[in-house]
Nanobody, 121 residues
Framework: QVQLVESGGGEVQPGGSLRLSCAASGSIFKIYDMGWYRQAPGKQRDLIATITSGGRPNVADSVKDRFTISRDNAKNWVYRQMNSLKPSDAAVCSC???????????????WGQGARVTVSS
């Protein structure tokens, strides 16, 4: 079984910063890409950033000047640093991990339950 758990969400003032973490655990053979999505109330879920197993990041143009993504392969953790947060950044942020499970050749995506980010004055 595989589980992803996000942490680091919370409430900040506009212009503040948050760092989200996502920990993958369970029967994992190999983790490939990891990424972050966010979904604001009444909006679709958008892909914000991805990072390959080799550490190559890709961040959406809308936030690339403020957000970064990184990972710790030894821990199977992925991070999302968010700076200069705006009210429009408020959302539930979900971690997505593409991985190969132990005992299987299939590569699948697994999702965390989400971490809420609130930006308000």
């Amino acid at each position: 079984q595989v589980q992803l758990v996000e942490s680091g969400g919370g409430e900040v003032q506009p212009g503040g910063s948050l760092r989200l973490s996502c920990a993958a655990s369970g029967s994992i053979f190999k983790i490939y890409d990891m990424g972050w999505y966010r979904q604001a109330p009444g909006k679709q879920r958008d892909l914000i950033a991805t990072i390959t197993s080799g550490g190559r990041p890709n961040v959406a143009d809308s936030v690339k000047d403020r957000f970064t993504i990184s990972r710790d392969n030894a821990k199977n953790w992925v991070y999302r640093q968010m700076n200069s947060l705006k009210p429009s950044d408020a959302a539930v942020c979900s971690c997505d991990t593409r991985l190969e499970r132990l005992g299987s050749r299939a590569v699948c995506d697994y999702w965390g339950q989400g971490a809420r980010v609130t930006v308000s004055s």
